[in-house]
């Protein structure tokens, strides 16, 4: 009989199964990181880790399997239990055998240690007589897969999976029992040996067939197929494969799952997986308590208005002391006048120039005045003219006098040069009246 065409997620994974050790063991994914796109490894490489399941064997042991064909379906399903994470938390296992009739060799809580169910699976022994597939679904069902077997319930949305071994055409009726089995939540692989029934294997797995019915022609290379339920059960890392297509960093989520991140000063766009640039100015959440200023590519810094200094969580402002800073300019005192300001003054005996900074001498200014007046000032000069012309007046006025008197014979005297003198303050000068 020829082989059937290889499912098409193996047929994506098979040139990595021909690397020497390719995909030997499970690995944890490392979460946070961007994953390189190199080739997946086995655990050292940290592309996969399997999921956790509720996983029983139905292996057939009729007749037609002969002794060291049996011990080959135990390898490979010891091989399968290697690559798988057990434990009451991870993937819990169990075990139907059937020929005519049905044996659970062991349930789905009886075993949380992987060397001792490889020890139990070990100890395992053929049947014989016929081969009642039907039944032994059923009875999967009805006894491994229950909670009080050890199977985990609806809200622990943990995958329930039958994988059933069978060389022959099945004895009773499949198809009905295994439609209920499949409705019930049990996803089914089907793995033919030698002169299985293609077309019972089809009835009795899982859509789509192509990735849930697997054949081998004799059970010397049954055990190749471990490192294919490897690669179903694996939950492959994007983010270590580099298929993640995250613009910045892709984190792992597990079971094959993953999220992508953006470096800080971005924002996630709505595809999920690249990023923009945050202008944290226009959307006002700087925390800058005066100026942002956007530097782009999502960075940003704080400034302060004039008269202020940024404090040292580079978003605050003080207003700046200029007087305790000694950055005023004053000549000689600066008073503070409140937050950010403050004015000039100067010692005793000094006035402050029309700059509001320097500082002048009071007994300067006034001798520099007095100068000034004497030597420039017009408004003086004009009032001296104006002096000196009305002693003049006065003094045409007393020798007209004189001389009337003189007329009229009386005896006045000789007065011809009376002399008075006149001080003014205003020009600083001695007038002499004649």
Same mark, same amino acid.
């Given at each position: ?30 979460? $946070?990181? &961007? #994953? +390189? ?9 940290? %592309?996969?880790?399997? /999921? !956790?399941? @509720? ?94 077997? $050890?199977? &985990? #319930? +609806? ?9 059933? %071994?069978?060389?022959? /055409? !099945?004895? @009773? ?120 200023v956007d530097e782009g590519t999502g960075s940003y810094h704080c400034e302060c208005y004039e008269g202020h200094t940024l404090n040292e969580d580079k978003k605050s402002c003080s ?116």
């Open positions: 009989m020829p082989r059937p065409p290889l499912p098409r997620r193996l047929l994506l994974l098979w040139p990595l199964l021909l690397l020497p050790g390719a995909l030997a063991s499970p690995a944890v994914a490392r979460p $946070g990181t &961007r #994953g +390189p796109a190199g080739s997946p490894g086995g655990r050292g490489t940290g %592309v996969c880790k399997s /999921r !956790p399941l @509720d996983l029983v064997f139905i292996i057939d042991s009729s007749r037609s399997v002969r002794p060291l064909e049996f011990t080959k379906v135990k390898t490979f399903v010891s091989q399968i239990i290697d690559t798988l994470d057990i434990g009451a938390a991870a993937t819990r296992v169990a075990l139907v055998n059937y020929a005519s009739t049905v044996k659970i060799e062991f349930q789905l809580q009886t075993y949380a240690d992987k060397q001792a169910l490889k020890k139990a699976v070990a100890r395992i022994t053929p049947l014989s007589t016929g081969t009642m597939s039907g039944l032994a679904i059923q009875t999967a069902m009805d006894e491994a897969f229950t909670v009080q077997a $050890g199977a &985990r #319930g +609806p809200t622990a949305n943990i995958p329930k999976v039958a994988i059933i %071994v069978t060389d022959g /055409r !099945p004895q @009773d009726q499949v198809s009905e029992v295994a439609a209920r089995a499949r409705a019930s939540g049990i996803e089914l692989y089907a793995v033919g040996v030698d002169r299985a029934d293609m077309e019972s294997l089809k009835t009795m797995a899982s859509e789509p067939l192509g990735e849930h019915v697997f054949y081998v022609e004799t059970y010397g290379v049954i055990e190749k197929l471990s490192s294919r339920f490897q690669e179903t059960f694996c939950a492959l890392d994007p983010c270590l494969l580099g298929t993640h297509q995250c613009q910045h960093v892709c984190v792992s989520d597990g079971d094959g799952r993953h999220h992508c991140e953006c470096s800080q000063g971005y924002t996630l766009n709505s595809d999920q997986r690249t990023c923009a640039a945050v202008n944290k100015c226009a959307l006002n959440t700087h925390g800058c308590e005066h100026l942002c207003a700046q002391d200029k007087c305790a800073s000694g950055t005023h300019g004053c000549q000689h005192i600066c008073v503070k006048d409140g937050p950010g300001s403050h004015h000039c003054e100067c010692f005793e005996g000094y006035t402050l120039n029309a700059d509001k900074k320097t500082c002048t001498a009071v007994e300067e200014v006034r001798r520099l005045v007095s100068t000034e007046d004497a030597c420039g000032c017009e408004a003086s000069l004009a009032f001296q003219d104006k002096v000196s012309s009305y002693f003049q007046r006065l003094n045409t006025k007393h020798i007209l006098s004189a001389r009337v008197s003189a007329l009229r014979g009386a005896d006045l005297g000789m007065a011809a040069e009376p002399r008075s003198l006149g001080y003014f303050p205003e020009c600083a000068l001695f007038v002499a009246i004649r």
